[in-house]
């Protein structure tokens, strides 16, 4: 069975300094990782994933997230957070099964920037 | 990229009734998810319902409580039935796209008196 731990239920961050949102996971077999963002009254929309490949995956609003197999870790960073980067952020992990599109999520990082 | 609408977006109702979600997509998909978001909780797999087929449902989640109609490529709806304060969640309906990516509706906010 899979599981993922996001540690941080709330980061707050000053406007323009970096973050790193955190997210471990547990899995026996290979896994395909995503970062997902809800803002504030929205549905959830893809960030970034990781399927195979380079493991710096780059996303999208400047995010980017690393996927460390030895660690089973999957952060999630960006250089410089802006006002409209408040949001939920989970992390999310599917087996490695082509076809299955069933995710296991995270609890979920409440982002809020300071500004 | 797939859009789908989802209503109603919000609702409060009282202990013991049941309440319709629906989920309309602009596309065909196979698969359609429905998702449960507690309060300060992660999102959980209630079930994948496919057309044509009895839906899946997930360790916890049981057809008489969470009954579902898929009956189309583009539709489908799922009842929270006989509902109590515990039931209060964000339920969010989901489809598959290329590359292992889902796209999610805005999701319904259910509170139960």
């Known amino acids: 069975a899979q599981s993922v731990t996001q540690l941080d239920s709330q980061v707050p961050v000053f406007e323009e300094a970096p973050v790193e949102l955190r997210c471990n996971y547990s899995?026996?077999?290979?896994?395909?990782l995503f970062w997902y963002v809800q803002y504030p009254n929205q549905g959830l929309q893809l960030l970034l994933k990781?399927?195979?490949?380079?493991?710096l995956v780059k996303g999208i609003n400047g995010f980017e997230a690393e996927f460390n197999k030895s660690q089973t870790s999957f952060h999630l960073r960006k250089p410089s957070v802006h006002i409209s980067d408040t949001a939920e952020y989970f992390c999310?992990?599917?087996?490695?099964?082509?076809?299955?599109?069933?995710?296991?999520f995270g609890t979920g990082t409440r982002l809020t920037i300071i500004p | 990229s797939a859009v789908i609408s989802q209503k109603p977006s919000r609702d409060i109702c009282q202990r013991g009734t049941s309440l319709t979600i629906q989920c309309q997509v602009d596309?065909?998909?196979?698969?359609m998810f429905w998702y449960r978001q507690q309060p300060g909780q992660s999102l959980t797999l209630i079930a994948t319902?496919?057309?044509?087929?009895?839906?899946?449902?997930e360790s916890g989640f049981v057809i008489d409580k969470f009954p579902i109609s898929r009956p189309n490529l583009t539709f489908s709806t799922l009842t929270v039935s006989n509902m109590s304060p515990e039931d209060s969640s964000i339920y969010l309906c989901?489809?598959?796209?290329?590359?292992?990516?889902?796209?999610f509706g805005s999701g319904t906010q259910l509170s139960v008196l």
């Open positions: 990781y399927l195979s490949g380079s493991t």
């Open positions: 899995s026996s077999v290979s896994v395909y």
């Open positions: 999310a992990v599917s087996d490695d099964d082509f076809g299955n599109e069933k995710l296991t």
């Open positions: 989901s489809v598959g796209g290329q590359g292992k990516k889902l796209f």
């Open positions: 596309s065909q998909v196979t698969m």
């Open positions: 319902a496919n057309q044509g087929s009895e839906a899946t449902y």
